[in-house]
């Protein structure tokens, strides 16, 4: 990576400049061409949905299966790390986290809205007829539920593998490892980074600007607020300061946190409203609108009504999923930095399950008593709703008691979701500049959460945010394609994965030597500086590990040893051949020490802090193998090589 350490930033200069280059010349475009420009991507999407619906059916329908099965099958019990490790955040941290930034505050849009559009406005016949109300709940679910979250998943899952398992960075050139190998680092690698940084800047911004226009819509209709564009501009500024202050704060102290308080602000709020409402009612409507989706749901996923006249599909069905996959870099990375630790069938289940039933609920609860007022007589409410979507949350609240308080709660809450897309998605951009490290200069976080918005603010002032957003939604065509090769990667290296796994040698550090096991348990006790680690990989692991090389070499096995301990401090062994056949030892550096502030009794574990000390971890073409060397002998690192070997050439 070519760094800026030396000005105070920690960055890929071939990531960084051409992401901020190209960031800034397509907002110019989008600004001086505002009406060519959204034109000309109204025109691509119009395309895309015309010709390509039956491609993105497809898709989706690959991804769903694709996460069952891995889920389901032998697969599911590798984790996500070293073998030994074990969660980095607790159950419920983790899971508040995914959900917030992932459709945290589409619930507070289209909670209410969606639900009522479908059943006033559905794809094919009358509104409002008998009968309705399931399919415009089913839609509803279709849009927000399994299919959503099986793009986030594998994406989240690809990279989480490859990063942790792999010990790759996490950025998203990484998933095409399998496809490009060592070209990763090179311009290809950059321009797939510059791809993911630009789509996740703009799509961030796009819905930074929608935001803003429903907070201003609640405020205009509680407190009579003017929603001119100066009261845009400072509701935009707002939450970015909020969001540069939780960046700021880091994972653990601020978006964490947010995220914690949002899910108890959330289910407080679900609850108040199943209880006032018609419980009985919503409840058993949950159940049978959740029965028919689930047992429907490959019908309606690939239900593209080919044979009806309908512009449905294409401003509903055909514009989630191509939203989905534009935001699968940023979702999926943010889920993979949450996620290590957690074998691939908790994740699948926890990243798939868990939000698709609290969005089921949601969705019944609020759509289902929307659509049961217009039933009781309300249209006026329904077509209210219908006309005007942002406004639709704080028109449903007027029904119940306590309204001024509840709607005050729904503003509290749909800033602190804001928040938290906008610090996570300026994590995420930091860390896919910076090659996957997310330690960085407090300067630099913010500076990101500053980049999102300025473009925000700018296109939200001058008209604009309709054709980025209709930009991003059309750059998913090229992204999909991208997903399916990365999945079919993933696969690859999973089956070798399994095939590595059976037996493997065991943790055996005998020579024929006499063992210093005195020296060792000493060496154990310790904890090494970092420069002593760093000359135990000189001294002793490097060549150990080039005299083993040069004897594979005297027996006509090609095999070199790279030299990283002036870099990352990692030293390898490879031999010739494909990913399944090569035999790969690496050492490397791994945090010993962890935040002291963590609760060791529970299940929430931080990561390593600065300053914490190193040890030399083994990794092999699987993944970590769980176990370090520090301490050993040049023979007995050399026996251990030899222990490996022998195992991957028994496989």
Known sequence: MSSLSDRGFIVDRAVFVPSIVFLLSTVAIVLVFPDGSSSAFGALQAAIVERASWFYGIVMAILLIASGVLAFSRVGNIRLGPDNSSPDYSLFSWLSMLFAAG???????????????????????????????????????????????????????????????????????????????ERIYGPLGAAIDVF??????????????????????????????PESGGMKLAITIAIMAMAAMSVALGLDSGIKRLSEINSFLAIALLCFVLLIGPTALILGGTLENFGFYVANLITTSTNLFTYQDTEWLGGWTIFYWGWWISWAPFVGIFIARISRGRTIREFLIGV?????????????????????????????????????????????LDYLPGTFYLSLLSLVMIVIFFVTSADSGALVLNMMASGGIDETPVFQRVLWAGIIAA???????????????????????PFSLILLGALWGLQRSLRS??????????????????????????????????NTVVKFQRETVLPGLSAFAAELSKNGVAAKVLDHTDGDGSVALST??????????????????VDPSADVNGDDVSL?????????????????????????TEAQVIA????????????
């Open 640 to 651: 251990d090589v030899l222990s490996q070997f022998e195992q991957h050439r028994r496989t």
């Open 608 to 632: 390593p802090v600065e300053g914490s000390t190193s040890v030399t971890e083994v990794h092999l073409a699987s993944g970590s193998a769980g176990y370090c060397l520090w301490g050993l």
């Open 352 to 396: 798939m399950v868990a939000p698709t039933l609290f969005v089921v609920l949601w969705m019944n609860v609020f759509g289902g008593s929307a659509i049961e007022l217009i039933h009781a007589g309300e249209t006026a409410f329904g077509e209210a709703v219908a006309n005007d979507q942002p406004l639709g949350l704080f028109l449903f």
């Open 196 to 225: 993911a940084i630009v789509c996740t800047t703009f799509g961030i911004s796009t819905s930074l600007g929608l935001g803003v226009e429903q907070l201003s819509t609640g405020l205009n209709y509680l407190f009579d607020v």
């Open 455 to 477: 473009i925000s603010a700018t296109l939200l002032i001058n008209g604009g945010l309709g054709a980025l957003q209709t930009a991003t939604i059309a750059s998913a065509l």
């Open 497 to 530: 994965d399994m095939q590595s796994s059976y037996g493997k040698a065991p943790t055996s550090f005998d020579t024929d030597t006499e063992v210093d096991w005195q020296s060792r348990l000493s060496a154990l006790l310790k904890e090494p500086s970092d």
């Open 576 to 593: 010739a051949g494909d990913e399944e056949s090569a035999f790969i030892y690496t050492v490397k550096l791994a945090p010993q020490s």
């Open 103 to 181: 459709v945290g505050i589409g619930l507070m849009f289209y909670g209410v809205s969606e639900p009522v559009v479908h059943y006033l406005r559905p794809p094919i016949g009358e509104g409002a007829a008998v009968g309705g109300e399931n399919q415009a709940v089913n839609l509803t679910m279709l849009h927000w539920g399994f299919n959503a979250w099986s793009v986030y998943g594998l994406m989240a899952l690809v990279l989480a593998y490859f990063s942790f398992r792999r010990g790759l960075p996490l950025t998203l050139r990484s998933a095409f490892y399998p496809i490009l190998g």
